[in-house]
């Protein structure tokens, strides 16, 4: 057992943050709750920290990992942290028409599943094939957070939908393998090694105001 899970999420949290500074995750949540938000999709769930920071807000949260050694790792945190607001899923989100043994986020929402307010997306360069799965002519979130790409498919995708867009900018990843948040941009104006995430929100939300304050 890791004897780290002892100590308070709100507690480990502040020292992360007093270490390595805040992430984009901290203020999505916060203007996600501002805005009334109570379902995320977190897609690419890895090993739940993102889950567990939607849950502790009071979102309900369907975390999808299909890795199933990452997974069993992701069921083991929501366990510790003693979270019911996460449901996870060992499941490979794709649009069904690009991979075989895939359930797309349109299937998903119409087998049942309540629509997202709030949809991260980080599954190692399949994020458009996600994203080109989530059925936008019924279901609007009101925010996207996905890995951006080289190609800046995934930010046109978002605007074509009608989402306002800001960036998330983080530093080169260090020697300790830690995301270093950097800055936000109205631009793609990443630096050399530089990466992170394009954050759509619908119009009516003022993402400038929240992230740039």
């Not at 510790?80 to 998903?108: D, H, M, Q, R, W």
Request: charged content about 25%.
């Amino acid at each position: 057992m890791n004897p780290i899970k002892f100590i308070p999420f709100s507690t480990r949290e502040a020292i992360r943050r007093a270490i390595l500074g805040k992430n984009h995750f901290h203020d999505l949540s916060k203007f996600a709750v501002n805005i009334g938000c109570h379902v995320a999709f977190d897609v690419g769930a890895q090993r739940g920290y993102e889950s567990i920071l939607f849950a502790k807000t009071g979102m309900t949260v369907f975390a999808f990992e299909p890795h199933r050694p990452t997974f069993k790792a992701l069921q083991a945190t929501i366990r510790a942290e003693g979270v019911a607001n996460v449901y996870p899923f060992c499941l490979f989100v794709l649009n069904e028409s690009i991979a075989v043994n895939a359930k797309s986020l349109t299937s998903f929402i119409r087998a049942g599943s309540p629509a997202p307010d709030l949809v991260k997306i980080d599954t190692d360069g399949d994020d458009l094939k996600v994203l080109a799965g989530f059925p936008f002519d019924t279901c609007k979130p009101a925010l996207f957070s996905v890995e951006r790409d080289e190609a800046g498919e995934v930010a046109k995708k978002l605007d074509a939908e009608g989402y306002k867009i800001i960036y998330a900018i983080y530093k080169p990843v260090n020697r300790w393998k830690r995301a270093i948040f950097s800055r936000y941009s109205l631009t793609p104006d990443f630096q050399g090694g530089e990466w992170g995430d394009v954050i759509g929100a619908l119009p009516g939300y003022d993402i400038e105001s929240a992230f740039f304050s």
